[in-house]
């Protein structure tokens, strides 16, 4: 991949996802090249790269999941590359946190997601790369190139082999992801249902309104994150009181915090697909199977660094081939 007189390409990682970085590097034939990243015994966070980055096209890659450690990490390290001369460094963000808070919804409350912007270009990050953003419009706020991939490609395509695809309708959790459903249910060729959530009036509880009919058919929630997966849950007991057979769900990012592993297990929910995009320490649950997305980062990877289009990799219709043909 790396041309004798182009700029050398250095792949790096930090400590919250090491399992990804170690397959994308794989994915593109190459090692994690060596660096230090530890903690003094206060806990403050030390980095140290051990091989020149002089001149190079560096890709560091680090979800931002809580602790804000990780965070901490990716500025660190951006910051020792900038200071060591690296020519271009590219954040790499499977997971990019704090981005709930990405406008002032009520009075006296941070824009985190502007915050953690700033931060990342301050430190000396000249691209970022990510995935699934909780909020699209997360990009502005960065006046750097940005690359945003979406997990979908990979989650449809797995999807398309399953045996649950056949007598399938997708449906959103709720009304503000519809329009990541309609994704999944225009390229899996079948209809869409929406849950409406909706509380009559104060100390009343929620009632579910699907919109749409799920009656007889197997029915695929989608979602882009699941933290406590309350939402998740409520809304798959609505389906099946309406009717619905076997129900699936589908998220980018598993941050399965809190009592999210019991609700799942004691939930209607059949299998839960996820992909790799962070690390959390939740329990291990059957019903949670991970698809990676190491093939779609190292070939997003790949042709940054050889200033080629990334947009290709949006068609989930021929994403397999793609990854597998650049292998």
Do not use: W
Not at 45 to 59: A, C, K, P, T
Not at 111 to 131: D, F, H, Q, S, Y
Request: with cysteine.
């Amino acid at each position: 991949m790396q041309d004798a007189m182009a700029k050398p390409i250095k792949i790096f990682a930090g400590r919250s996802n090491p399992a990804i970085a170690e397959k994308i590097a794989r994915y593109l034939g190459m090692p994690l090249c060596n660096a230090k990243v530890e903690n003094f015994s206060d806990g403050e966070i030390s980095v140290n790269y051990f091989e020149s980055v002089r001149g190079s096209d560096l890709f560091i890659i680090q979800s931002t999941n809580p602790p804000a450690d990780s965070l901490m990490e990716l500025l660190i390290m951006i910051d020792a590359a900038r200071r060591s001369s690296a020519a271009r460094i590219t954040a790499v963000l499977p997971y990019y946190g704090y981005a709930r808070q990405d406008r002032k919804d009520k009075p006296r409350v941070a824009i985190t997601a502007k915050l953690v912007a700033n931060l990342l270009t301050e430190a000396g990050a000249n691209r970022i790369l990510t995935m699934d953003l909780h909020a699209p419009q997360i990009q502005g706020f960065f006046d750097i190139p940005f690359d945003h991939l979406y997990s979908s490609v990979v989650l449809i395509d797995h999807i398309r082999h399953r045996e649950f695809r056949d007598n399938l309708v997708v449906a959103s959790p709720d009304v503000g992801g519809v329009k990541l459903a309609r994704k999944f249910a225009e390229e899996l060729g079948t209809d869409l249902v929406i849950v409406d959530k909706r509380r009559p009036k104060a100390n009343v509880a929620e009632v579910m309104n699907i919109i749409g009919d799920v009656s007889g058919r197997n029915v695929l929630l989608v979602d882009d994150m699941i933290d406590t997966a309350g939402t998740l849950v409520n809304a798959a007991k609505a389906i099946r009181e309406s009717g619905g057979l076997n129900i699936y769900a589908a998220a980018t990012h598993p941050i399965l915090s809190g009592p999210a592993i019991e609700r799942i297990d004691a939930s209607v929910i059949e299998k839960v697909i996820v992909t790799d995009s962070v690390v959390t320490n939740h329990a291990y649950s059957p019903k949670i199977e991970t698809v990676s997305v190491s093939g779609l980062f190292g070939e997003a990877i790949k042709r940054i660094y050889e200033d080629d289009s990334v947009s290709c990799l949006f068609d989930s219709k021929n994403i397999s081939e793609k990854i597998t043909n650049n292998h």
